[in-house]
């Protein structure tokens, strides 16, 4: 076991490492960027919102370089894991699959029905520039802990009606 957390571990070194080496160039950039993205100061959220807006109209430099390029390859892994996991799904559990991609496109539809695709547009890149904030000042997890206890509440409600 440890020799394969080892190795998981010498991989992500690697990829790391290669993509600092990659994008060398832009470490000052990144560097700036991600400390807008972190709300280093009050009003970097107003002028995220503010620059999004105005499109929509008319570096701790080598350690926080290297930890941006690490959370770079770290979500692209999450991202092709969660692909491999809905692939799997669609070879184990077709029925399951094929019921979540009809519930799934027809919530984005519906969605997309509802809301101007420019105005869509707008809040879901305003919402994912935003996220890496909202992340770091705990603000997801304050909203997920509030709707985690709602849905509580439910069930335990469903659960008194039922004895």
């Known amino acids: 076991m440890a020799e394969g957390d080892n190795r998981s571990t010498n991989l992500l070194a690697a990829e790391t490492a290669s993509l600092e080496e990659q994008l060398q160039g832009w470490g000052e950039v990144m560097l700036m960027a991600d400390k807008v993205l972190r709300w280093e100061r009050a009003w970097f959220p107003p002028a995220v919102m503010g620059v999004v807006s105005l499109v929509f109209l008319t570096t701790e430099q080598q350690q926080r370089f290297h930890e941006i390029c690490s959370n770079l390859v770290k979500t692209r892994r999450r991202t092709v894991g969660w692909w491999k996991r809905l692939f799997t799904l669609k070879e184990e559990k077709p029925k399951m699959y094929f019921m979540t991609m009809i519930v799934s496109l027809a919530a984005v539809a519906w969605v997309g029905q509802q809301v101007h695709n420019l105005l869509l547009t707008y809040l879901i890149?305003?919402?994912?520039?935003?996220?890496?904030?909202?992340?770091?000042?705990g603000i997801i997890l304050k909203y997920i802990g509030?709707?985690?206890r709602e849905i509580n509440k439910l069930l335990k409600q469903k659960e008194k009606k039922n004895e």
């Open 125 to 137: 890149v305003t919402f994912l520039l935003l996220l890496p904030g909202l992340n770091q000042h």
């Open 146 to 148: 509030m709707a985690k």
